[in-house]
């Protein structure tokens, strides 16, 4: 661990030894250091990389304050994983046909549902404390219209980016599925209207900020209630949109795979659901606080996460160790090395088609910019944070669905 010191601002602690530290993302470290309410200090996963506001791979532990913009548009981002019964053996050939059902059955990029598929009680108990939200709040989508339709037809899909279905095998070789995504456009237009409303606030109280998307709502004041409330509505949204779509990808795996799946349904075991973009009230040294994670996953003692590496190459699941001075947390995936205009510049399909090798998945220009080019070394990146974090398994991906 590196310890960042520098009078005027709190501490940044930072496990990045091993791994390359862009010198921008440690700039925008230190200005988060500088804010008012950092409590004791900011640290540092090893997956880190220049952020909106706020560095991806950054733990922010405050008092009396929340940055909307360090936790994000994505709010609730994270994954999921479970393993099944199967193994290697069970799979054909090809995994072509696989990935067209898989592709069918989550809808992926911008598409949706053209009927919602949550069951009808869970899409009425979403939208019911939405509206409480909406209430509060007008410049918000209108769940009275076309977006009350969106919310929860876009339930169960996942988005595009960086968002991914992956079919994997352990160690073991047992047949694993793991996802990634988050709370999709609803949550998208709650974390931009915040971040805008914590920018206002800035601006009506003449407070300077080395970055305006540093802008913060402070504990005690309505906005920052209303934010509370829309952010954990939106992190639980992010939790079920994951569960329906490991639910449905599941389903046409053991379709494809499973020999009895009419009559005896597929056993899994799923390993973790967690988040890697949010805030939540945690007690540290002590003390409680918010603790807003942006790019990296609880890791208390026992804790089960999942650090994914890049298409093509491994992805773990861990088990946390607890580490106090990361306030008990690890990294959230390898973490890009270069942007996505960068990569699009660096890397040709050709690069892209062997970096794939043996992995069924989009071989096309849309995806240079996710090629395992554009990300760190995960090995690199697993080996900064052996004191966060215990391998449980190791996980290489043999089919990626990308958004």
Request: glycine share 10%; charged share 20%.
């Amino acid at each position: 661990m590196q310890v960042f010191a520098e009078q005027g601002r709190a501490p940044i602690k930072s496990w990045t030894d091993g791994v390359e530290l862009d010198p921008n993302a440690l700039g925008q470290l230190r200005n988060t250091a500088s804010l008012p309410f950092i409590f004791k200090h900011v640290a540092v996963m090893p997956d880190v990389h220049l952020g909106i506001g706020a560095t991806v791979g950054s733990v922010i532990p405050t008092k009396g304050a929340i940055i909307p913009a360090a936790v994000g548009v994505d709010i609730g981002c994270g994954m999921i994983a479970a393993r099944t019964p199967l193994t290697a053996s069970d799979l054909p050939d090809s995994l072509a046909a696989l990935r067209t059902n898989i592709e069918w059955a989550v809808p992926h990029g911008q598409n949706q549902y053209k009927h919602a598929v949550a069951p009808i009680g869970e899409q009425n108990a979403i939208m019911d404390a939405y509206k409480i939200i909406y209430d509060r709040h007008k410049g918000l989508p209108n769940p009275g219209t076309d977006w009350a339709g969106k919310i929860v037809r876009q339930l169960g899909t996942l988005g595009g980016g960086n968002h991914f279905i992956e079919v994997c095998l352990d160690e073991e070789q047992r047949v694993w599925v793991m996802l990634h995504s988050g709370s999709r456009g609803i949550g998208n237009k709650i974390g931009s209207y915040f971040i805008e409303l914590a920018r206002k606030d800035m601006r009506l109280h003449f407070i300077n900020l080395p970055d305006r998307d540093l802008a913060y709502l402070s504990e005690g004041t309505q906005y920052f209630l209303d934010y509370w409330n829309a952010v954990k509505w939106a992190q639980n949204y992010a939790l079920v949109n994951r569960r329906i779509m490991l639910e449905r990808t599941l389903d046409q795996v053991q379709r494809a795979l499973w020999k009895t799946w009419e009559t005896e349904p597929m056993p899994v075991e799923i390993a973790a659901n967690c988040h890697h973009n949010y805030v939540e009230r945690e007690n540290h040294f002590g003390e409680n606080i918010l603790v807003t994670r942006k790019g990296a996953v609880r890791a208390r003692l026992g804790d089960m996460g999942i650090i994914p590496g890049s298409m093509g190459v491994r992805s773990y699941i861990v088990r946390g160790l607890g580490n106090a001075e990361s306030f008990q947390s690890c990294s959230h995936g390898a973490g890009r090395r270069m942007s996505r205009t960068a990569a699009r510049n660096t890397f040709s399909v050709e690069d892209h088609v062997q970096a794939t090798a043996g992995v069924e998945c989009r071989k096309d220009v849309g995806v240079i910019d996710e090629t395992p080019g554009a990300y760190k070394d995960i090995e690199a990146v697993m080996a900064a944070q052996t004191d966060l974090v215990e391998i449980v398994h190791t996980l290489k991906g043999v089919l990626c669905v990308k958004g």
